[in-house]
């Protein structure tokens, strides 16, 4: 039995944007910021990660793990590692992986995706068995600023690598989904995001399209900010699976509302609104039209 394909988009779209929470490296049941949790497992996303025998990079190579080995976190340690402005602690793990006998030691927090997401190996999946995994490899404090990394991978192989720079820092959240769209030479769609769940706190969608020539690419990038009772200015988009959409174009919406107190309410006092439609051409997105 074939399944349509516009179905299958959706409820893949569904099935993997669920996965994230189960390999998130910062978000607790209860909503809180905590790190590497004991119990929690993770991937490498770096090729070759040196797992130790102490917490150091003085220390002894127990072995080198590919990019996509799953691990358990056995305990999170005192040390800490700064690299390019990032600081993150040791952490003890046990390797669950085949071949490497559940050998234990310690890697730096540095190699481990904050978000992962493995499609799963099942006859209707698009890109079976592949891993798309994100972390930060550089801070700026001064400009708020994080350089992410979204890495595919496939057998402990790199396929693909982007690199971006965005708003945030190393206490925000990592939103991360896949979906699979209707889209000229796009083999699937990352949605990556790190936001911190508060007024006054900036976020951004970035949008990636991984390409039939394995071509990593940032496309589009959307913002939103708000402040209890005084504003809000969100940016959104659709994409072509969603309900609405429109093939090979994303649609983006903006709002930008500003409020003024009045008695025990707010009232809205100006808006902005504004669609902007983009058309993918099977190489760049181009923007084609804009209402305001």
């Not at 190699?111 to 209707?124: C, G, K, N, V």
């Not at 005084?230 to 983006?252: A, C, K, M, N």
């Not at 669609?275 to 099977?282: Q, S, V």
């Amino acid at each position: 039995m074939k399944i349509p394909f516009f179905f299958w988009a959706l409820l893949s779209f569904q099935m993997l944007a669920a996965q994230d929470a189960d390999y998130n490296a910062w978000m607790r049941s209860d909503g809180t910021l905590e790190g590497f949790v004991v119990g929690n497992q993770h991937f490498t996303y770096v090729s070759d990660a040196n797992l130790r025998d102490k917490p150091s990079t003085q220390s002894n190579v127990v072995t080198t793990l590919p990019i996509g080995t799953k691990v358990e976190i056995l305990e999170r340690n005192d040390a800490t590692y700064s690299l390019s402005g990032v600081t993150l602690p040791w952490v003890k793990v046990r390797v669950l992986m085949a071949g490497k006998n559940r050998q234990e030691g310690y890697l730096w927090g540095g190699f481990l995706a904050l978000a992962s997401i493995q499609t799963p190996i099942e006859e209707y999946t698009p890109n079976a068995g592949v891993q798309y995994l994100t972390g930060v490899s550089a801070y700026d404090e001064a400009k708020h600023e994080i350089t992410v990394q979204v890495r595919i991978a496939l057998n402990g192989k790199e396929l693909s690598k982007c690199t971006f720079k965005t708003g945030g820092d190393l206490s925000y959240y990592p939103e991360f989904e896949v979906s699979f769209e209707p889209l000229n030479k796009v083999k699937a769609v990352l949605m990556v995001n790190y936001y911190y769940p508060a007024c006054g706190y900036a976020s951004g969608d970035n949008l990636l399209f991984w390409q039939q020539n394995n071509q990593l690419t940032k496309v589009l990038e959307t913002s939103s900010i708000s402040e209890a009772g005084q504003f809000y200015s969100t940016e959104t988009y659709l994409l072509p699976s969603q309900r609405g959409g429109i093939g090979d174009h994303i649609l983006v919406s903006k709002d930008m509302s500003e409020f003024i107190e009045k008695g025990d309410d707010y009232e809205r006092s100006k808006q902005n609104i504004a669609l902007i439609l983009y058309k993918w051409t099977g190489d760049k997105l181009l923007k084609v039209k804009e209402l305001k």
